[in-house]
């Protein structure tokens, strides 16, 4: 049993930056490949990047690549989402989640965050 806790996200205007943190306050994530997801009001929730297990491999979706980067320290059981150059459409609730093998999809995911709301004005 993995419980995950968010923190870090808020208000940034356009341009500014904000990093998310995802602790394992029950068990570890070392062990697991790690996912960030966000939700914007009224769509979907869509996947933004993920990481394997070692931090070895990192994927980000088109829309955030270059501006966003995903990291862990699994001494720390803790997962980070670097998220730079941010735009009024970056605004949305993100979650981060564990799973076993590295995914864009969010049903491959096992355990799952708070959320944190992050929202950039122009």
């Known amino acids: 049993q993995v419980q995950l806790v968010q923190s870090g996200g808020g208000l940034v205007q356009a341009g500014g930056s904000l990093r998310l943190s995802c602790a394992a306050s029950?068990?570890?994530?070392?062990?697991?490949?790690m996912g960030w997801f966000r939700q914007a009001p009224g769509k979907e929730r869509e996947f933004v990047a993920w990481?394997?297990?070692?931090?070895?491999?990192?994927y980000n979706q088109p829309s955030v690549k270059g501006r966003f980067t995903i990291s862990r320290d699994n001494a720390k059981s803790t997962v980070y989402l670097q998220m730079n150059s941010l735009k009024p459409e970056d605004t949305a609730v993100y979650y981060c989640?564990?799973?076993?093998?590295?995914?864009?999809?969010?049903?491959?995911?096992?355990?799952w965050g708070q959320g944190t709301q992050v929202t950039v004005s122009s």
């Open positions: 989640a564990a799973g076993g093998a590295p995914s864009g999809v969010a049903d491959e995911y096992r355990y």
């Open positions: 029950k068990g570890t994530v070392s062990s697991y490949a």
């Open positions: 990481i394997t297990w070692s931090g070895g491999r990192t």
